[in-house]
């Protein structure tokens, strides 16, 4: 019997990495006729040092993150997906993607962009696909490779020429 996901959960952050996972998990939920929940989460410890707190400023991100998930959304919907919603939540984004939205939506399928931390920021801030491989209750798919499974660091976006 093979394994059907219902649920999809993907972080989207902006990263390379996290697009290849929206990539692939389109392909995922069309297959599995499943629901594709996309997460932006706006990490609050970012505004702790801001000194003058301005509501404004969180504002701001908050419209940037729903123009970009709606743009998101629309991708998905454009490539046939039927169930698909999303959310922008405010916090740490490895307690929100590991735990807080798989609890709250039923998730049974995280599929998360790998790393793209060098060594020393892993040390000091953890990565957060590292914290949700081993702290998620459902199943966790880390994307390392683009649609055609080839490594994503070949098919990196190349640098503009130079004059």
């Known amino acids: 019997m093979l394994q059907q996901y219902q649920h999809i959960l993907v972080a989207i952050d902006g990263s390379y990495e996290a697009e290849l996972a929206f990539k692939k998990a389109i392909a ?34 908050t419209a940037s993150a729903k123009k970009t998930m709606e743009e998101y959304k629309q991708t998905a919907l454009d490539n046939g997906v039927k169930k698909i919603n999303y959310s922008i939540e405010y916090g740490a984004p490895k307690t929100i993607i590991a735990r807080d939205v798989p609890k709250q ?16 920021e892993r040390l000091l801030i953890g ?6 491989t081993r702290q998620a209750p459902c199943d966790v798919l880390v994307v390392r490779t683009d649609l055609e499974n080839k490594p994503a660091l070949a098919t ?7 004059k």
């Open 28 to 61: 995922v939920a069309k297959r599995n006729d499943a629901e594709l929940y996309l997460v932006h989460i706006v990490d609050t410890r970012a505004f702790q040092n801001v000194s003058s707190f301005d509501s404004a400023m969180v504002e701001q991100v």
């Open 127 to 132: 990565s957060v696909t590292e914290y949700v």
């Open 156 to 162: 990196t976006r190349k640098p503009q020429a130079t």
């Open 105 to 120: 939506r039923n998730i049974d399928l995280i599929m998360i962009g790998a790393t793209g931390l060098n060594a020393v």
